[in-house]
């Protein structure tokens, strides 16, 4: 059954089958630790709706079981376990993530000193997750991973967040309040530390100074022009195109005219100033002092809206938009003495070349993707063509041998031979008109599901197709310098409508796309299983040629040789 391993911030898909309970088992190599198991339920801002939403060995049950801790045992070897189960489909929508957290109680011991600490995952249809702990040194507690919501599923991702002020720390953090509602009576041979008044008072005053100093964080942030990419285009979602042209060159022709537009404001109405400002009693020089330091602020302002226009692209939009408009006050703010003011109008303008310029950048990654595309499409027709002219070539040469080896042995009156001949020169002619229907018919051909669990894990799949008359070559060609293991083909199946059956699959799956801006990536979250079921709903085909498990023989040896076995 499939089973991964998530190395620090990696993620997963989880099966969510309807009634499914996961099994959380935390392993570690050593009796003489003792460490406990931690699952807290919190919404989107990390905080818990209640106490209730703690389980741990003193408070075993979250909603009647929904989250239930089984207990501790000896796994063998020196092992040692704590489990848990999860059913995800009783979960709350109000709870967005379960933290899974391992904690020391003894204050002398710390999470570096532990052998083979690790999470592991599984559920009750095989699929199984590993999460080992990484860079973990003095910390106490630490998260070693979570379960959070995706859209309408679950994924599960490895954390090794580490706490070195203890479990009060991290349960305060997610909103616990010790001594409230959670119980710390003591149990069969454990005995909770106890908190005096002192130390309830200590935390209550770190607990204000953690939301002054994230109170502090917070208006920081606004201030950072994020540049991660990644992180910018989950939080921006889609982009969508401001001004929609046809084409970049329309672009280029609207970003001139507005250019054109800012140039002429810039002459006289870009920036405002004091009209009755004197120096040394004269309002002419003052007047000449405020236009001066009028094209002073002009400057610095054009200089960072320049700046702005030379990185802005469709994933750091918003930010750059929001950097300018800061730009813009910190210039008013320093020209306030004179009442010096970029005005709205000009400012407006500078935002939307900011805009126009994005869509034209993104307008021009797309038509050079659509073309680097096609090319691949004509290369790939190219070799279709060739294949399908040396196939036909062969087949006519073989009839016409035949014909003459049949010819012959009419002549011998030989009746065996006669018999052979046919039957060769029949399958001959039959292997011609499928080469010259494969010909006329372009949309005959192979759909493939093929995965590379080393480079994408057990969840991802591409839906393909291709016209070659042998389809594995080009999945060969697919698993190029551009990964770094072989696919495994999981269904390979004849259509005379190949590419119908393949747009099909793809509206079947549409949802679950990696990839939601270039459709012509045909990567999707799903397992080869459903995708064979889908197949089956849609062409009736009961006896479909179907690997269910990856062999991925590079990267299991890979991974072997890695662990030295």
Not at 371 to 382: G, K, T
Not at 516 to 524: A, D, Q, V
Request: aromatic share 6%; glycine share 6%.
């Amino acid at each position: 059954m499939p089973h991964s391993v998530l190395s620090k911030g990696g993620n997963s898909t989880l099966p969510t089958h309807n009634g499914e309970r996961l099994s959380v088992d935390l392993q570690w190599q050593s009796s003489s630790f003792d460490v406990d198991l931690f699952l807290v339920m919190v919404d989107s801002n990390g905080r818990v709706s209640s106490n209730e939403a703690l389980v741990f060995y003193n408070q075993r049950q979250y909603l009647d079981g929904a989250v239930e801790y089984v207990g501790r045992k000896s796994a063998g070897a020196g092992a040692q376990e704590h489990s848990a189960t999860i059913s995800l489909s009783r979960i709350p929508h109000s709870v967005q993530r379960i933290a899974i957290a391992a904690s020391l109680d003894s204050s002398d011991q710390v999470l570096g000193q532990l052998r083979d600490l690790r999470l592991i995952i599984k559920s009750t249809s095989g699929v199984s997750f590993e999460v080992p702990a990484s860079d973990l040194s003095s910390e106490n507690v630490a998260v070693m991973g979570e379960i959070y919501r995706r859209s309408d599923g679950w994924k599960v991702r490895s954390v090794s967040q580490g706490w070195t002020g203890g479990l009060e720390s991290f349960l305060a953090e997610h909103g616990v309040t010790l001594g409230g509602e959670v119980s710390t009576a003591p149990t069969a041979g454990r005995v909770p530390p106890a908190l005096g008044q002192q130390r309830l008072s200590d935390l209550h005053d770190l607990e204000h100074r953690i939301r002054e100093k994230e109170a502090v964080l917070k208006e920081l942030q606004s201030l950072i022009v994020e540049t991660r990419e990644i992180k910018l285009l989950q939080e921006l979602g889609i982009y969508e195109f401001a001004h929609p042209l046809d084409d970049a060159i329309q672009y280029k022709g609207r970003l001139d005219q507005l250019r054109a537009k800012i140039k002429e404001t810039a002459k006289e109405r870009a920036v405002t100033g004091a009209a009755n400002w004197a120096v040394n009693g004269s309002l002419p020089d003052g007047a000449r002092m405020v236009r001066e330091q009028c094209r002073l602020m002009l400057r610095a302002y054009n200089a960072e809206a320049d700046n702005c226009i030379r990185v802005v692209r469709s994933h750091n939009l918003e930010p750059t938009r929001s950097r300018l408009t800061r730009a813009k006050d910190s210039i008013q703010k320093l020209g306030r003495s004179m009442a010096i003011r970029i005005t709205e109008e000009y400012h407006e303008l500078r935002l939307a070349e900011i805009q126009l310029t994005a869509d034209y950048h993104l307008k021009v990654s797309e038509e050079r993707e659509m073309q680097r595309a096609l090319r691949e499409e004509l290369r790939e027709q190219e070799k279709v063509e060739r294949e399908l002219q040396k196939a036909r070539e062969k087949f006519e040469k073989e009839r016409d041998q035949y014909e003459s080896a049949l010819q012959i042995a009419i002549n011998s009156g030989d009746v065996s031979a006669i018999a052979t001949m046919q039957a060769r020169l029949d399958q001959a002619e039959l292997n011609l008109r499928d080469i010259e229907n494969r010909e006329a018919n372009a949309r005959a051909g192979y759909v493939y599901v093929i995965s590379n669990l080393g480079a994408f894990g057990d969840q991802i799949v591409k839906i393909g197709m291709t016209r070659r008359l042998e389809p594995t070559e080009r999945i060969r060609e697919l698993s190029g310098a551009g990964v770094p293991f072989l696919y495994d083909i999981h269904v390979l199946f004849f259509s005379d409508d190949a590419s119908g059956l393949e747009s099909q699959l793809h509206r079947e799956f549409e949802d679950r796309r990696v990839n939601r801006i270039n459709l012509r990536r045909e990567f999707f979250y799903a397992t080869p299983h459903e995708v064979r079921e889908a197949v089956r709903r849609i062409v009736g085909a009961t006896t479909l040629e179907f690997k269910e498990e990856a062999e991925a023989s590079e990267f299991r040896r890979s991974m072997s040789m890695s662990k030295g076995e």
